[in-house]
């Protein structure tokens, strides 16, 4: 069953840089460490048990599925969901039609040595980034993520991610499946565009295609990049509300609400 999101992945070209945009937005940021695929990341933990991925490559590795974002802008590129049933969740996908590989491992060695181990189950193609990743922890998650959990700007975890897509009905199809329930259809006027919603635990997923000509953000994102995610918001118990800078953010749609 699916747990609501573990964590959203924002691709940048130079972690260093990132790390410390990052704090300057307020953000507690702590190294990671580096996967053996060519990438090494930096991480912000929420009090809600989800986190910031940022990931950049030590390494080119233009097979890696989010190499090509990268080349196209990075910025938010993919969300992973935590899961209680790895094969089962994989499994239901499936049957509802998304294109998913078998469970495969991965790892990561922490700058401590610490070295982490999990399995992923990978949408392919086309429904990376509209279908989540999935993960599954071999060493304790709370190893995985770091314990520092408060941040400057008040950030308590993530609310809401929003993907855009072309086909909102097959999309609907999939989510209402493997969940069990359908979404509640709903309109972005700000993106004119509509689509479905649906609520993962404390975590809320929307699904949005352009409704006319003059969603010329989605369309123009679905011209560049195609079906993935496009902004997510963060919830905070400080003053400060609103989007933040994408300069500061390299390129991730990001809002305080």
């Known amino acids: 069953?699916?747990?609501?999101?573990?964590?959203?992945?924002?691709?940048?070209?130079?972690?260093?840089?990132?790390?410390?945009?990052?704090?300057?937005?307020?953000?507690?940021?702590?190294?990671?460490?580096?996967?053996?695929?060519?990438?090494?990341?930096a991480l912000i933990a929420f009090a809600d048990g989800s986190y910031i991925e940022l990931i950049a490559?030590?390494?080119?590795?233009?097979?890696?599925?989010?190499?090509?974002?990268?080349?196209?802008?990075?910025?938010l590129?993919?969300?992973?969901?935590?899961?209680?049933?790895?094969?089962?969740?994989?499994?239901?996908?499936?049957r509802a039609g998304v294109a998913i590989d078998d469970p495969a491992p991965l790892s990561r060695v922490r700058p401590d040595g610490y070295q982490l181990n999990w399995v992923l189950s990978i949408p392919r193609g086309g429904h990376r980034g509209v279908a989540p990743f999935l993960i599954q922890d071999?060493?304790?998650r709370e190893e995985r993520i770091p314990r520092q959990q408060?941040?400057?700007?008040?950030?308590?975890?993530?609310?809401?991610?929003?993907?855009?897509?072309?086909?909102?009905?097959?999309?609907?199809r999939w989510y209402a499946e493997v969940l069990g329930r359908p979404g509640r259809e709903i309109e972005r006027l700000e993106l004119?565009?509509?689509?479905?919603?649906?609520?993962?635990?404390?975590?809320?997923?929307?699904?949005?295609?352009?409704?006319?000509?003059?969603?010329?953000?989605?369309?123009?994102?679905?011209?560049?990049?195609?079906?993935?995610?496009?902004?997510?918001?963060?919830?905070t118990t400080g003053r400060e509300l609103g989007p933040l800078d994408e300069g500061h953010t390299h390129g991730a749609r990001l809002a305080l609400v």
């Not at 490559?57 to 910025?75: C, D, I, M, T, V």
């Not at 590129?77 to 996908?93: E, H, I, K, R, S």
């Open 1 to 41: 069953m699916l747990q609501g999101i573990d964590h959203i992945v924002i691709a940048v070209t130079d972690l260093g840089a990132a790390k410390k945009s990052y704090e300057a937005l307020g953000f507690t940021v702590v190294e990671g460490g580096r996967h053996p695929v060519g990438t090494h990341n």
């Open 77 to 94: 590129v993919d969300f992973c969901m935590q899961t209680d049933d790895l094969l089962g969740d994989t499994a239901a996908f499936r």
């Open 150 to 172: 408060t941040h400057a700007n008040g950030v308590t975890g993530i609310g809401t991610v929003t993907v855009a897509v072309e086909d909102v009905a097959t999309v609907r």
């Open 192 to 235: 004119d565009g509509v689509g479905v919603r649906f609520e993962i635990a404390r975590h809320v997923l929307e699904f949005v295609a352009p409704k006319g000509t003059g969603a010329a953000s989605l369309t123009a994102w679905l011209r560049r990049r195609g079906p993935s995610p496009y902004a997510a918001t963060l919830r």
């Open 57 to 75: 490559f030590y390494e080119a590795n233009p097979s890696h599925r989010w190499w090509g974002p990268l080349q196209k802008g990075g910025g």
């Open 138 to 140: 071999e060493t304790p």
